[in-house]
């Protein structure tokens, strides 16, 4: 049974019911009180225009162009040549997810009621959405601050017939796209384009779906290191709630709970002094540092839902009271700075799983065969998974260096800071991508080491994730081609396959 459509209406929208309309295809429509607060502010536009005065982007010209008065017969062309002039982003191509999450943000964004445009025009971009019409959209070209001009430009294109958009598995032009799912063009009208491009919607749609992914990967994080613990004989009582509670960051408390609950019943941990005295820190240290990068991503939710619901034009429109303000809730700082924490939050559950990895792969530290390998020397076993992983981590690195610190003026000097925030976006979604693939490693030599110490003596759930593992990727008995194996096991994290996994024997998992 399809779920009711989304309602888009300026103040409510989630991160996860954005993933149901970018990833799950729900359906979106416009709220009725939100389509109220358009047609108002419209008015009030319609209104404004009848006066005369100048207008910043109603009859004037952009940035620098601002003091250029524009005749009132040539507003539509305006605001035509606004978006042709602004498509100019290069690059590799969006995934048809952030562009479907950036066309459900910009609705939403125009949905809060004080950006002057007709509902035909929200109603458009929801069309998109449920038609399935993706823009061709270059990822590359915004600065993050007088909106994600060249990229939402790319979407503008194909509401005028313009551009292009894959449809039905083709990519078409905008025109045809349009004929193919029954839609016509949209005649831009005053304000119209400016409101269309004034925002950061790419940036937090980019942004979101790797904030989603980094949170399912923490979840997963907590699995992969409870399954390492046991294939190191490791210490369970860092886990203790009493650990956690003199120290009460929730994230901390969130992770070393799911350890615990994950190794119930094991007979692989180990007491103090049993094996040794103390684990090395990237097993003893697993909630302090799991449950940072868990409290970074819960704030960085909290800033794209805030974002979510914001109107971000210049300028904006307050029919209550007649006024057009010119302000900078374009800028993509908090935005910027928010995705950058993201990356890197996400890295140093890379970088500690990568240490855990070593450890499982080491047989000075491990008290396994050398690298996981039945018959060490005639085979290699997991060696060289352990350089993948740790070329992933070194180049998190790289990325993890923050892009909000940058700036280079724009506009002749009108646009003098900018927030560099789409390149945080990206970048934090290629440091999840990467992170992905170094757990992957992890989860690999994990289920292999559980194999030597003998999967019966497992922990409830971490032996329901060993045979989820192993439904997946049978024992390493001899040396084959592992790179299929991690991007299997890479995709079936993304998914939430290990989370799902282990809920089924571990209800409580957080």
């Not at 000075?364 to 039945?374: K, N, Q, W």
Request: aromatic fraction near 2%.
């Amino acid at each position: 049974m399809q779920s009711a459509p989304l309602l888009i209406d300026g103040e409510s929208l989630t991160l996860s019911s954005l993933v149901e309309v970018a990833r799950k295809g729900r359906r979106v429509a416009l709220g009725p009180a939100a389509a109220a607060r358009i047609r108002q502010c419209r008015e009030a536009v319609e209104r404004l225009m009848q006066q005369g005065r100048p207008i910043y982007g109603l009859n004037t010209g952009f940035g620098r162009l601002a003091e250029v008065a524009i005749p009132c017969e040539k507003v539509e062309e305006l605001q035509r040549n606004l978006i042709l002039s602004h498509a100019c982003g290069v690059g590799p191509p969006l995934p048809a997810e952030a562009v479907r999450a950036a066309m459900v943000l910009r609705a939403n964004a125009l949905a809060r009621g004080h950006s002057g445009v007709r509902p035909e025009l929200v109603l458009g971009l929801l069309e998109l959405v449920n038609r399935g019409i993706h823009p061709v959209v270059p990822g590359q070209g915004s600065l993050g601050a007088s909106g994600d001009l060249a990229p939402l430009s790319h979407i503008a294109l194909v509401l005028m017939g313009e551009g292009e958009a894959e449809f039905g598995g083709r990519v078409l032009s905008g025109a045809e796209a349009l004929a193919a799912a029954g839609l016509k063009p949209v005649t831009l009208q005053a304000k119209e384009g400016l409101a269309l491009i004034n925002g950061s919607q790419v940036t937090a749609a980019v942004g979101a779906l790797a904030a989603a992914d980094a949170i399912t990967l923490a979840q997963s994080a907590d699995c992969v290191a409870a399954l390492t613990l046991e294939g190191l004989r490791g210490i369970a009582a860092a886990f203790d709630p009493r650990i956690q509670a003199v120290r009460p960051h929730p994230g901390q408390a969130a992770s070393a709970a799911n350890v615990r609950r994950l190794l119930e019943g094991s007979r692989l941990v180990t007491l103090p002094g049993e094996a040794r005295v103390q684990d090395a820190y990237c097993l003893r240290c697993v909630p302090q540092v799991h449950g940072a990068s868990r409290d970074a991503m819960a704030h960085v939710v909290e800033v794209l839902e805030r974002e979510f619901n914001s109107a971000t034009d210049n300028p904006l429109v307050f029919p209550d009271d007649g006024d057009v303000l010119s302000g900078g809730n374009f800028h993509g700082q908090p935005l910027a700075l928010a995705l950058d924490y993201l990356g890197m939050a996400a890295a140093e559950l890379g970088d500690i799983s990568e240490r855990r990895t070593e450890r499982l792969t080491n047989p000075s530290l491990s008290g396994l065969p050398a690298f996981l390998a039945s018959g060490s020397g005639l085979h290699s076993g997991y060696m060289v998974a352990q350089y993948t992983a740790a070329s992933l981590v070194s180049e998190n690195k790289v990325l993890a260096h923050p892009a909000s610190v940058d700036s280079i003026p724009a506009s002749a000097g009108q646009e003098d800071h900018v927030s560099m925030g789409t390149t945080a976006a990206r970048k934090a979604r290629m440091i999840v991508d990467n992170v992905l693939r170094v757990l992957a490693v992890e989860a690999l030599c994990a289920a292999q080491a559980a194999d030597f110490r003998g999967p019966e003596l497992l922990g409830r759930g971490t032996s329901a994730l060993h045979r989820a593992l192993r439904r997946l990727v049978p024992p390493l008995r001899g040396d084959r081609v592992l790179a299929p194996e991690v991007e299997a096991v890479a995709r079936w994290l993304a998914e939430g396959g290990a989370v799902r996994a282990v809920r089924e024997a571990v209800p409580a998992l957080l």
